[in-house]
């Protein structure tokens, strides 16, 4: 039915022809008929907790170093 100032549209979900005020423009963009529009997800909006990064007092693990001589063929 035609109404003043409404227009035809193309849903980009089922790409059927529409009129706008049957239709409603989803979190993303996309206008959409009345029947497919989804509200956006809640976890879609939370943030993940900080984590601390810096550790303190950090050093290096100590290092043990071979000299000459200290594995033989026998140790092997």
Known sequence: MFRP???FVQCDISGR???RSECA???DG????KEY???RQPLDLQRPPRA??????ARPE???FLNYGDVTADDL
Do not use: A, H, M, Q
């Not at 996309?30 to 008929?33: G, K």
């Not at 601390?52 to 007092?57: F, M």
């Open 52 to 57: 601390e990064r810096s550790v303190p007092d």
């Open 5 to 7: 100032g409404d227009y």
């Open 17 to 19: 022809k529409s009129l």
């Open 62 to 64: 100590n290092e043990t």
């Open 25 to 27: 423009r989803t979190w």
């Open 37 to 39: 529009y989804e509200t």
């Open 30 to 33: 996309f206008i959409v008929r």
